[in-house]
């Protein structure tokens, strides 16, 4: 049953199954879905890829997707294909040219600042919220946590 549902994920999200392994061990919801505690072992991909390839041997995949099928419209239910996105987007009026090197962070000594620095930095922002307002103007460009396959 485990190797049934994560195949169910696999085809609900479009995941490979290396992508469909990883998921699993790394999100709850794919975990409970599948029936598995926090703890178990999660079947690897060689393993789904062996169980789906078995079913399409003997010509049990498509029958038994139609029937998954079936009884979800039955419930009013239908899956349209979904996906699994791992960023937030913020609106910026700043954008990286290129490829960016990585820097030492620097102390920006806002404190060591004079009254007038403050005053320009303030008058900027004010002029950057009327020429684009609902925008976060000292977004800071960095990269986000991702996985890439």
Same mark, same amino acid.
């Given at each position: 049953? $485990?190797?049934?549902?994560?195949?169910? $994920?696999?085809?609900?999200?479009?995941?490979?199954?290396?992508?469909?392994?990883?998921?699993?061990?790394?999100? $709850?919801?794919?975990?409970?879905?599948?029936?598995?505690?926090?703890?178990?072992?999660?079947?690897?991909?060689?393993?789904?890829?062996?169980?789906?390839?078995?079913?399409?041997?003997?010509?049990?995949?498509?029958?038994?997707?139609?029937?998954?099928?079936?009884?979800?419209?039955?419930?009013?239910?239908?899956?349209?294909?979904?996906? $699994?996105?791992?960023?937030?987007?913020?609106?910026?009026?700043?954008?990286?040219?290129?490829?960016?090197?990585?820097?030492?962070?620097?102390?920006?000594?806002?404190?060591?600042?004079?009254?007038?620095?403050?005053?320009?930095?303030?008058?900027?922002?004010?002029?950057?919220?009327?020429?684009?307002?609902?925008?976060?103007?000292?977004?800071?460009?960095?990269?986000?946590?991702?996985?890439?396959?």
């Amino acid at each position: 049953m $485990i190797l049934f549902k994560m195949q169910l $994920i696999s085809v609900w999200y479009g995941l490979s199954d290396v992508q469909t392994e990883y998921l699993t061990m790394d999100c $709850i919801s794919f975990c409970r879905f599948c029936g598995l505690e926090l703890m178990d072992s999660v079947p690897d991909h060689s393993t789904l890829f062996r169980f789906r390839s078995e079913l399409t041997r003997k010509k049990l995949y498509q029958p038994i997707m139609l029937m998954v099928n079936k009884q979800l419209a039955e419930k009013g239910l239908m899956v349209k294909g979904t996906a $699994i996105i791992d960023a937030s987007l913020t609106s910026s009026p700043f954008s990286p040219k290129g490829k960016l090197d990585h820097q030492m962070a620097e102390d920006r000594k806002e404190d060591a600042r004079s009254d007038t620095e403050v005053m320009e930095e303030e008058k900027y922002h004010r002029k950057k919220e009327e020429e684009s307002p609902h925008t976060d103007h000292e977004a800071r460009w960095f990269k986000n946590r991702c996985v890439t396959w």
